[in-house]
């Protein structure tokens, strides 16, 4: 076997920066070949990205104080040289603003103006693509930074910098947010790249822009930069002077030649910022905190736990004092102004995330060196968890901070067919400064009033307000962030929701809309999806859309062969007896759908006439006050939608249920009378709900958040089917050739219990079929088999990744031993999390979704914790084999699988935003697509193919190892790898 060894050179030379004054080191290397921690960093990049557009998808509205931006984009967009239309002229603000920035994102924007206005897509779209727009450039600016810090500090520093932003909440969130800071921060990000990159007069260029033209407060950012370049002798205090003043007048100038057209008189908008919160002392009006706020409140809230590691890194390397200093001498100087936001620091969290990157990785680099490395190095992977997980909880709440922005979208939803009538709005100051935007506003024959005095409601049609009003009729509430609460049970935290927006029809509307409809539907398609899809069914998408549907018809004929042809029921049915010591009892829950649904109540009342069977609907106000609050017996009785008693006409009868979204119900029993004479509390020997949902014959049986999934599963099974049959077909081709492949034998083994699992889950649901209910224990033993299958496959990964049956060099017994430990604690952790207590209290009739609680937080923490030592296990492999197509197989394996790890945590964050109706189905049905293309490669990998370079197999009779099976000549032959 010969070795061949690439040397990796470098040379280095130094020059005269011309314009800094300084010397500039610069190191050409030659080309060195690929490894694990080069695809890291372009996958980092990448899921920056993601993760803005995520936040943009999911939280799209502004406040108040993005609104000055935000309304000059909608104008420039759409009434473009009409300046008479613009808002600004008849909401001013207190202080005017430039337009530089809100024109630059817009002609950006433009051209996809044209295609949304195309497919018929509303304005509501392009706020969709401004804020996309925004964000991309400040993401843009921070990966030239990162990659700065990758040629000044090395990639590992910069790949840890990418993953301490990652897991941060507050900066991705809001640099697609058009606040001012934000559009400065782009440029000072920027000017800290070339400050790494030692370029000084461009990134004084960039800083002067930013003073002049967007936040002059960065002012006391550049001052300590530019000290410490002069200082450090980067920068000619004479270059420093030519660079500074022409480039300040350059952007007065600009700033005046634009806003002045704008605003329509001659005006400096930084300026007269300047002298109101600085001559005129008038910022303090808005709020003041105390001088430390900065170090023991804002810091703490966006960089998280990686905060300490920041300050440490100025004692690990000296590097980071040129930079870290500067930047806490700007925060320090900043808390002495009164009024202090996290935003107006913007500024400082690139360089502290470059701090904290610049101690985790030398955490790492240590990490061979002694066991105490070793734990810490786990450490820093449970912060990162850690880390993504507050900031979920941090998204999940700001999500919910925009009810104007909602409650304004679904007011247009819920009179779509008034579009086209003559109608007046009112929009309440709290509706307008929490997300109610010119994007919204649908309707060119609607008036849309803000007035804030002298307010007739009369005189309007529509109204959103905080407070239900008289003569107005309540079509609609949406509800918003209150306040984290702890609670006893899973998932033992959750977001206390409060309605803050209603939405108000005149009692008058219908005579001036006759189209009106008493039943609303509400489709939100900004973008026009819809039309694209018609425009797709009409055209050449159409061969695939009948191959779908031919798919649809074949999967709904086998699930009734699998149901062995039983009778339909038409409803899900919950029934039995009640004997409890409690005075309150919950039976079960059932998410209804919009249109046609029924439930039919019977009960028997005789040993407890004065007990009463309750409905309750979802809503914050209903629902939310048992769940949240410890309220007595009558209390819990008083917060019912609906209840059913012995002298209730409703019991026994089939009643619709009308509701304008899809709605769980929760069904109870409750007897609040002490003396019952009896030791049970609640006595009840038969009841039976019968609930029926809108949809075919199979989907009326279920609850809504279940409809899809055992029509998915039926069409998996049948793939995991052929997978399985394959890889047998693989294992007897090599036994036919005295040849052994483990993997394939491990493989077929996790393929089993996938099929075992979906089987099981599809005789659950074959059983709606005949007996009109499912046996819940089936459906948990189906669940916990496809985590045993799950934890195998991880196990197979880990296996691989370490060499196994693949390489000479199978890791050590340290390692070895982690991979059991991995796998037998993910196993556990993942059947008693989610099988205990289901199995003892049954919480899942309170929470919606199991991967929602924080037992399923900690789960997916650990899975990425998992994830992290699979890189490390191909890394490794990578760099101890010397043949080239071994090399390349760890490489690619680690990046693929590396997705996978991903997948799970990113849909269940994902669906934690999305509609508590929708987030099961969407989890379950992504990770079967997913589960089924990356089990698809594993299959192509390890096929037993003689022309397969990459399948590694084992000779039965030698057991060698590391052998690989290639083509020679017309005939096979064994040859060592």
Same mark, same amino acid.
């Given at each position: ?8 050179? $470098? ?116 706020? =969709? ?54 559009? @400065? ?32 407060? *960065?002012?006391?950012?550049? #001052? ?10 980067? !920068? ?11 480039? @300040? ?85 900043? /808390? ?44 820093? &992977? ?14 999940? @709440? ?5 009810? %104007? ?21 009112? &929009?309440?100051?709290?509706? @307008? ?26 005189? =309007? ?76 069914? #009409? ?33 899900? &049915? ?8 409690? /005075? ?28 009463? !069977? ?9 629902? %939310? ?132 699992? +979906? ?14 209910? %499912? ?11 496809? !985590? ?26 340290? $390692? ?60 490794? /492999? ?15 394996? #680690? ?12 849909? *269940? ?8 109706? *929708? ?34 197999? +084992? ?15 017309? %005939? ?6």
């Amino acid at each position: 076997m010969s070795t061949n060894v690439r040397s990796r050179k $470098s040379t280095t030379t130094t020059s005269k920066d011309s314009n800094s004054g300084g010397s500039t080191n610069k190191t050409t290397n030659i080309k060195k070949p690929s490894t694990l921690l080069d695809l890291l960093d372009g996958s980092s990049e990448i899921a920056i990205y993601f993760l803005m557009f995520i936040y943009v998808y999911i939280c799209p509205y502004t406040k108040v104080e993005e609104s000055f931006n935000l309304q000059a984009m909608h104008d420039i967009l759409i009434h473009r040289f009409n300046i008479n239309n613009y808002d600004h002229l008849e909401f001013p603000g207190v202080i005017p603003r430039t337009f530089i920035g809100a024109l630059f994102v817009s002609v950006l924007s433009s051209p996809f103006q044209y295609v949304v206005e195309y497919f018929g897509g509303s304005k509501l779209c392009m706020l =969709y693509v401004v804020r996309a727009v925004l964000g991309f450039i400040g993401v843009t600016a921070l990966i030239r930074l990162k990659r700065s810090i990758a040629r000044k500090f090395g990639l590992e520093v910069a790949v840890c910098f990418a993953l301490v932003v990652i897991s941060q909440f507050h900066l991705l969130f809001y640099i697609s947010r058009p606040l001012p800071n934000v559009f @400065a921060l782009s440029l000072v990000v920027l000017a800290y790249a070339y400050w790494l990159d030692n370029r000084s007069t461009v990134s004084i260029s960039l800083l002067t822009v930013a003073i002049f033209i967007f936040r002059s407060e *960065v002012l006391i950012l550049a #001052g300590p930069v530019t000290l410490s370049m002069l200082i450090g002798k980067r !920068l000619k205090f004479t270059n420093l002077l030519v660079v500074g003043v022409v480039t @300040a007048l350059l952007s007065v100038g600009v700033s005046v030649l634009i806003d002045s057209y704008f605003w329509q008189r001659t005006i400096y908008p930084e300026m007269e910022v300047l002298l109101f919160n600085t001559v005129e002392n008038r910022s303090h009006e808005w709020g003041v905190s105390p001088f430390h706020w900065y170090f023991s409140s804002a810091l703490p809230r966006a960089l998280l736990l990686w905060l300490p590691l920041a300050f440490l890194s100025m004692l690990v390397d000296r590097r980071a004092l040129e930079y870290l200093l500067p930047i806490l001498l700007f925060v320090f100087l900043y /808390s002495f102004l009164p009024h202090k936001e996290l935003r107006f620091i913007f500024y400082a969290l690139p360089i502290f995330s470059l701090g904290s990157a610049i101690t985790i990785a030398r955490i790492f680099k240590q990490f061979n060196k002694s066991f105490i490395y070793k734990l810490v190095s786990i450490g820093m &992977i449970g912060i990162f968890g850690a880390n993504l997980v507050l900031s979920s909880f941090f998204f999940h @709440a700001s999500s919910l901070n925009y009810p %104007g922005g909602e409650a304004f979208n679904q007011l247009h939803q819920l009179h779509s067919e008034c579009l086209e009538q003559p109608l007046n709005v009112h &929009i309440d100051n709290i509706a @307008a400064i929490t997300g109610v935007s010119r994007f919204g506003e649908i309707s060119q024959n609607w008036n849309y009033s803000k007035k804030e005095r002298d307010v007739l409601l009369s005189d =309007y049609d529509l109204l959103l307000a905080p407070n239900a009003t008289s003569g107005f009729d309540v079509a609609g509430s949406i509800s918003g962030f209150t306040r984290f609460q702890l609670l006893r049970t899973p998932p033992f935290i959750q977001v206390v929701k409060e309605p803050q927006i209603y939405i108000m029809t005149s009692k008058q509307l219908p005579l001036k809309c006759p189209k009106l409809n008493s039943k609303y539907h509400i489709t939100h398609d900004p973008c026009g999806f819809v039309k694209a899809i018609a425009f797709c069914r #009409g055209h050449k998408c159409i061969k695939l859309l009948i191959v779908f549907k031919c798919m649809n018809i074949k999967l709904c004929f086998l699930f009734v062969v699998i149901s062995t042809f039983s009778l339909l029921g038409n409803s899900e &049915i919950f029934k039995g007896a009640i004997l409890s010591s409690d /005075s309150w009892y919950l039976i079960d829950k059932f998410c209804f759908t919009e249109d046609d649904a029924t439930v039919n109540v019977k009960v028997d009342f005789r040993n407890n006439p004065n007990a009463t !069977l309750l409905l309750y609907s979802d809503l914050d106000t209903v629902w %939310g006050k048992i769940s949240t609050g410890d309220l007595t017996c009558h209390e819990r009785v008083m917060a019912a939608s609906s209840q059913v008693n012995s002298v209730s006409g409703l019991n026994g009868k089939t009643v619709s249920v009308d509701q304008r979204r899809a709605r769980w119900w929760y069904f109870a029993i409750a007897n609040c009378d002490q003396n019952t004479g009896s030791h049970y509390q609640i006595d009840i020997p038969y009841y039976e709900i019968r609930a029926n949902n809108d949809g075919d014959s199979f989907n009326s049986l279920i609850s809504a958040d279940q409809q899809g999934i055992p029509q998915s599963e039926i069409a998996f099974i049948l793939f995991f089917l052929a997978l399985l049959i394959f890889s047998i077909v693989s294992i007897v081709f090599l036994w036919h050739r005295n040849l052994e492949s483990k993997v394939m034998k491990l493989f077929s083994i996790v393929l089993f219990f996938k099929i075992l699992a +979906l089987f099981v889950c599809l005789i659950y649901w074959a059983m709606f079929l005949r007996y009109e209910s %499912g046996h819940k224990d089936i459906n948990l033993a189906g669940t916990s088999l496809d !985590l045993i299958a799950r934890a195998l496959f991880i196990l197979l990964l880990l296996l691989v990744g370490q060499g196994w049956t693949i390489s000479p060099f199978y890791g050590n017994v340290v $390692s070895r031993v982690i991979n059991v430990i991995m796998f037998v604690v993910i196993l556990v952790m993942s059947v008693a999390i989610y099988l205990v207590p289901n199995v003892t209290f049954m919480p899942s009739k309170m929470y919606t979704f199991f991967y929602d609680t924080i037992p399923g937080y900690i789960l997916l923490a650990f899975f990425l914790t998992i994830m992290i030592w699979f890189i490390v296990l191909c890394r490794n /492999s990578y760099v101890k084999q010397v043949d080239i197509v071994k090399k390349k197989f760890f490489l690619y394996f #680690g990046l693929i699988f590396t997705f996978w790890f991903l997948m799970m945590p990113v849909s *269940v964050l994902v669906s934690h935003f999305l509609e508590s109706w *929708v987030r099961q189905k969407t989890v379950v049905i992504f990770n079967l697509v997913v589960d089924s293309i990356f089990y698809s490669i594993i299959a192509f990998l390890f096929r037993a193919s003689k022309s397969n370079p990459y399948v590694h197999i +084992l000779n039965m009779d030698q057991k060698e190892k590391g052998v690989r099976l290639q083509e020679n000549g017309a %005939g096979g032959e064994l040859q060592q790898a």
